[in-house]
């Protein structure tokens, strides 16, 4: 059955140089408008769930074109606030082969999100309306105001009966001037301590978390093993999940997800596929998850249903997963096929 | 020598989303004609022949848009009717990887091809013209007066001596309303009584044709090789010819090609190889082995010349091979080069 | 006070030749999404509305593609219904000078709109909850089934208390083979039974309704100022509103707006200015018309407005206003202005 | 009734910037491929007849290009010969207001065309098959070998009954290095000796020809009136046509055509219109003229429509005219005319 | 005979929709860099002087792309510091008619320009390397370091005998938040202190420079013959020249320019034209006039050249003068042409 | 320490068609300038140090448009003559798979760098400005009085003590009708001669310079081992280096660098990669193989550097290297990345 969803946000726009020129070769870009909640959202709606965006846009022409690009992709914008002056920007090169792609981040700190004025968002009444609502690391490295507004919705989420999803991604070039890991830590801890359903894998257990492995294991899947555990046992989580990517040789990426609920793991197929655009893609095993989670799948359908939506967002141009629940249905059924007609 | 050939058929215009986006993501589109007809005779005025399209076009400015691009091929329009209102159309979005391209199409019933009037094409004038004329299966499915126009046609041929080719090709999407196969196969037959030189494989033996295997053979080949001549014989074909195709893993395509002619069987190599374009590749095979047949070329050398036709198609954008005879040999004498200056 | 409205209607695929080239001379085409509903509902919502069409998308690549669409307009997709098979399509080459915009459409009859089944459509419900009801007379042309709806439809609306809104535009080469006006009057006088404020001129009068100047006036504003108030009284009006068009020798366009309330013509001024994209211009003096009435401005505001309105859709790409009400104004006040930062 | 044409003449590449930038600006350009002949030829075959480009293309890459380019505009490529190594190539940048467009020109003297060697072309044959030809000046400006085979083909066509039509286009920069008006004049003269209808006016008799005013008279009408009948009688032509034209103050371009025939001026009316694309235009109104001459129209109504032809062809993309008879027939009859559906 | 000089201003990222569409409806943008600085270095570079920038850049992708475009506008970016994180960007969506062109800013506060440290610039030995270096009042409006920065390099420029050359521009968005007039012009008035060549109208001298006519005129012409010969008694200034701009009702722009030297008016005629790219072509007129300063010409002729230059930088795309001194002595020249071969 | 270099080439201009398409299929070409000499500059200047091109341009648009285009690759113009009326120029088609890439030349002959008439360089002026100046075989191709040009200037960098590079790369179409190797041999010999630094492998050694194997190897890696220290002997140089490089079956390149210095061998490990774009790519290794001699690297980090940046020119769109000295050190030190942030 559809619920009701939302994830709390920055949009920002994306500035994309097509083919594989260089920014200093080229002379046009493709834009669109992304973020990790603008993605989560945008898939969640695909599935079929009623998706809002709770976040902030200027009101001029560059907040009018985030709202229709997020309205196109099925979000409903009617409780984006507007107000501010800027949005975020980041611009994307496409590498090729050995040569990575690049990404270069314009100043988010003044943006429209990030300069929102304390209580202008009215959680509580927001928090009442919503099933789920999601919540990501990154978005905790803005500043003290973007940090109090997210525990105060994720708490009003939380008192009111709805699900906590929280991404520990953490992007170190964005604490780096704030103090990093140790600086960053109570802010993740803060928000586990109110989630219920969070994406992390034994790196961000290590790093993020400052845990240890008690048995001194090194591999991977050892540790993720050893730490997920832990990790759900001392923040009291319901469920975790998350990947584990490779690059192979030929370019080609391979991918296993896993969830940790119930006290059990259980693991994709190792998926292994060719990447058009990688961009977003690990927004879409999260939604893939959460779909799951709120039809109630059993865990070894939802992280298989995850992983195959994660692997499809890898096909599809721009940071948003574009596939629906039949798609991602499709491709877990089905190998390589033939155009279809 | 240069031969005089023609095809029956309708023009479709196909609609691209350029790139790899979906049409819900886009906003632009690469247009251009193609058909199965269209696509044999562009390939055979390519290889030297003269190649009219026997066709019906709008006499409006999309008429006159798909005019100029057949002519842009090398086709010769001047046999072209013009007159009703519509064209058939299809909209073509790229996969990628895991993704498959899909095909969109738009309502052809209406086209100025398949609302011809009876009696409207000068086809016993036409048929004393052509050393060969070409007809495909998909063009049985459209209804009752194309099917009718398409066996005066061939009947017209076959009386004053030219070559009658019919690919045996079946699209059950466009047969699903009027009955399928059962519907379907006594127009196939009559075609069959009437051609020459005939492309289908096993599949369309068994399904189209409704023939079985007496030996109970369950493997491609076999099934091949056992029903082919079969149908050869029931029919009284001089030549039958076709191809078997895969998709490998790592998204290449390998192909290869048999020609069954006097009682005997002859096969290309099997050729792996990466694919740009998909559609048409199909007719890039076809039109190889009627340029073998027409320029009497050992069967050994038809089956290679048309498979490295096939796997050239794959390599040019668009439904339409643009190979010439010398391309089609290089590709045949060389493996991998560099540049070309 | 936002209203809550929607229109009834077609959406259909606007495919454009860039820059000015024939069909014939390129191989690009930009899309979009349109329709006089489409029109209307996204400037009314553009102007602070809530707004929703009541139409038909098939369920394929094209339909997602025209939902999307139109809810980046900001249009509510959530009453459009889903099947059938194909969106209608017209094909636009921009004109230049001397040389005139041509515009070709595909077979409209086919597609999911035009082949809905009795019924589908919960005319009832919807009619509860929309304070206004747009109708266009184009979608009259089209077939038996389509105008029962639209007057099951218009009935529902009137009988619930809500505004029925018709726009008298007739469209020649849509009812040629049914008959013409003769064939095409009852439904036009159905509708207009049923409405409250209609969009027509003198034209429309003489030609679609049949009526006759008993003062034998042969002058346009003449004729306007007798057969308007005429028709008002037969149809029981309360509001008809419609433009005069000129084109200037040098390429310019002349538009002046009137509308006819409580018995009382406002005439907007003549507003002189150069064109950049014609089609879908009608609609938006329409809609800034429909806006003053659910507004309650005075008549002439409402025609000011409304003229304005129109003007400015002459300025953007594509069929659809893109003015909010604040651009609208500065319109109405302001001359050329330089650039604006 | 349709007649069979040709003409002799080089095909160039046209590299066009899109929109208005330089070439040190862009990075793009859009190719086509044209010539006084291409665009002749092509326009008559708009018209209904059947018309040959008498020319040489390389035999590769561009030559394939330039072939089918000229089969799209409806030209018979079949007696095009293929040899030699280069096409001759212009860069065109679009001007705006005060800034006029510019042309460069790449290297033509060793292209395909001017390098054919003598006798490489069957002219006897051709003129044999040939209602009438077209040669247009500009060609005389090559080299000795063009100018003999232009000779040498005009004479085949004279002696063998056909129409001789020749331009008296004069491109001063072509022929500085080889001196200029007295060098050109002999090769001028020996064209018009073999000329049925010529192309030129007033400006062209005094400097190409070396004519002048017995009058003293200085008005360009006057003098046109003076100096054609006299050139007319020294040559024995049976036509002469022309236009003169002027750039208004507001960018529009003003045309006016004359006729001479039968000792007798036709003018049509001074057309005013907007300019999309200057180049190639002269070639519409010459076609028109042709087009009279071979169909056997009053001469009134043949400048008019060479005029309208000539209109029309500024306001299509390229520098190939495209309009059509009847659209021609529309343009001379009706002024500014809204979108047509 | 050429000459030496620099801009001390900031680079910015110009976003520019292609053709008419808005942000909301397009998804590409055309971009290059510019600002006022860039603009009147590259177009002196065009007239033959060799110019340096100063100004500061990011290390990365943004600021490779920034110097690469700069250099190939002419500009010697060897002096151009590399550091800090950020590019201050614009976008801009054209307008049409009646729809006015709008520019959106992004955050330019923390761009590397705006937050060099103090010191950073060898501003010193640079200033002894220039003969002229212009400065830009909308630079003032930054902050206080980058008031400083400018301050100290026009002092250096004047102690060491160079030119100092002020562009009164005065952006009032860009004081908003600070104090506006009152704010602002201390500011300006130390930079005339220092200024040699100063660019200002009568509206600047009333707003900025807060002066009042003694006279009590009205008129712009007579308070610009009065104000300006005042202003530059009181700051000491060798030249003053500015522009009056108007808008005609056809969407031409009318220009006139003048300057003032020696104690003496002279203006340019009246030029009307209509317009491409407005943005920048002020600072054309800038170039222009510093040319002639640099050159030695006489009054008339420099300001006969500035407003020639003005007008051209209309006609081209970007905000940049594309022109050469040739071409300006051109359209100075002659009036509309025909295509330049 | 960055030195100061030049290179002595033509510069061509590079027409390509976007993405897969034909000539023939397409109508819109990508220009970029490139050449040996081009390629090799910008590299070396994206390594740090100042590099001009001697070369000269026509004086028209073209010319300015390639000489901005050199500035942006951070060439330093100012020593560039502008002269003659044309540029060279190639067309290239982008290949797929089994068919390879093509590229149509224009003509050269006529081009502004090979019509530069004797004397009109400074070569003894800039010869002393010179830490090193690159020269290339295709260039001794061009006519006798480029080949002076070349030995001219080559001499008088070796009297003054500069370093002289040469490329040994033949193009056999270039010669063919001026008699083949052996008639290019003794102008490779005196180019020899004169070099310090040379670019060739094996197969150079026995067609270029006719050499022969003493021991009768044919092993490639055999041969360039007995071949290379005997030319290095014979004509005194001081560092020679190549590379071998084989296409893979599945379209990837592999490449390994070898530097043959001091009498004694080093190799680059294999690289194996995709390729973007292959032209220019030889001219990257070269680049990197001066860096290493420009900064006395060690010759294992010599061709270390000058394989990476090899493999990395394939990953970027255009003939000219875009990798700072910073990238391929990344290149050398890492294996595939994912995203850079």
Known sequence: MPKTVAAFGEVMMRLQVPGHELLAQSDTLKYSFSGTGVNVISALSQFGHKGYL???????????????????LGIDTSKILRGGSYLGMYFLENGFGIRPS?????????????????????????????????????????NDGVRRSMKEFAGQV???GGLVIFDCNYR????????????????YEAMLQLADVVFMNEQDALHVLGM???????????????????AAERYGLRTVAG????LLEDGRHSLRGYIYRDGRFSYSDVLVFPVHDRIGAGDAFASG???????????????????????????????????????????????????ER
């Open 54 to 72: 709770i976040s902030r846009l200027p009101d001029n022409p560059l907040g009018d074109a985030a709202a229709a690009y997020l309205r196109k």
């Open 212 to 230: 240890t492995s008690a048995s001194g294991k090194e591999q991977r899947q050892e540790l993720l093993e050893e730490l997920i555990p832990a």
């Open 172 to 187: 170190p070039g964005l604490w780096g001037a704030s103090g990093g890991y140790a600086f960053a830590r109570p802010h």
């Open 243 to 246: 990947t584990h990517r490779n």
């Open 158 to 160: 939380k008192t009111q």
């Open 289 to 339: 998850i959460i779909h799951g989670e709120l039809e109630g799948f059993a865990p070894e359908r939802t992280v298989a249903f995850a992983a195959a939506a994660g692997m499809l967002a890898h096909t599809v141009t721009g940071d948003t997963p574009m596939a629906s629940e039949a798609e991602v249905l499709r491709a877990m059924a089905q190998g390589l096929r033939d155009v």
């Open 102 to 142: 690049r990404v270069t981040y314009s100043n988010r700190q003044e943006s429209s999100f990030n300069t929102a004025p304390d209580g202008v968002y009215p959680f509580e009444q927001t928090a009442g309306e919503m099933d789920a609502v999601h919540f990501c690391g990154i978005t905790l490295a803005m």
